[in-house]
């Protein structure tokens, strides 16, 4: 039996739901981007790189674009409609930044090479923790949270 947890995603209230959105968004995104970028580095389907006449644009730069129209969204409007967008596109944004972290911390391109896993790392501890949180008890009803948990296990 579940106690007091919601079963649909518009059952959480709407202050948490971006939350939970954003969470969602990151992991999906940061999957699917990397399989995109494995396919183009293998040559494999139909993706190329983006490029500006003979630069490439790597798509950290579309993450931060997207983080800074929510941080700009996030200061006018307040709505649960525009939460739930909001809590969507800093998901995406973010993934699209994590996923070549390792890049802004060397300031080259190491996407595939062993010092690439940082981005890999970070990805799957922003992945896990929100998740484990949750099973630890993170939660106002503390107890209940934590019995769910054992019971899911």
């Known amino acids: 039996m579940r106690l007091g947890k919601p079963l649909r995603i518009r059952d959480v209230h709407p202050t948490r739901r971006g939350l939970i959105l954003a969470w ?9 981007l990397r399989a995109i970028t494995w396919s183009i580095h293998a ?23 997207l983080v800074v129209i929510v941080a700009f969204l996030g200061l006018v409007e307040r709505s649960p409609t525009w939460r739930t967008a909001m809590g969507l596109m800093f998901g995406i944004g973010l993934a699209l930044i994590v996923d070549e972290l390792a890049l802004l911390i060397d300031l080259k391109d190491v ?10 790392a970070v990805a799957l501890v922003l992945i896990a923790v929100p998740a484990g949180g949750r099973c630890i008890g993170v939660t106002r009803e503390d107890e209940i ?3 769910s948990c054992r019971e899911r296990v």
């Open 111 to 120: 996407y595939w090479s062993g010092a690439g896993g940082v981005s890999i």
């Open 43 to 65: 040559r494999v389907g139909h993706f190329a790189n983006v490029t500006a006449g003979s630069v490439h644009l790597h798509h950290y730069l579309w993450g931060i674009l």
């Open 145 to 147: 949270g934590r019995a």
């Open 24 to 32: 969602f968004a990151f992991a999906v995104t940061f999957g699917v």
